[in-house]
């Protein structure tokens, strides 16, 4: 990896954990249950917004699918484990 490639990384890295734990407390401020965080996120990964890319062969836009897919799972199971570990905590 190159010295830019590794700064893009480690900004998205960043990025991905802002928002899971942005996520994590609007949950909390809420009162979401873990059934409705779970039915929340269930819905969010079924849904195909990405299904299509303009200007992308199908398999570029099928590959673009499953990472958009495995990259939005990794922040809400990142998600699911700061609720986790909140509850864990005395208040």
């Given at each position: 990896?190159?010295?830019?490639?590794?700064?893009?990384?480690?900004?998205?890295?960043?990025?991905?954990?802002?928002?899971?734990?942005?996520?994590?407390?609007?949950?909390r401020i809420a009162g979401a249950s873990?059934?409705?965080?779970e039915e929340s996120h269930r819905t969010l990964l079924e849904k195909e917004l990405w299904a299509t890319v303009e200007g992308a062969t199908p398999e570029q836009s099928d590959m673009l699918s499953a990472e958009i897919h495995d990259a939005l799972s990794r922040i809400l199971s990142e998600i699911s484990q700061l609720r986790r570990l909140a509850k864990a905590q005395p208040e």
């Open positions: 990896m190159t010295e830019a490639e590794l700064k893009q990384e480690a900004r998205l890295i960043a990025i991905e954990q802002l928002l899971a734990n942005l996520f994590a407390i609007v949950y873990d059934q409705d965080v």
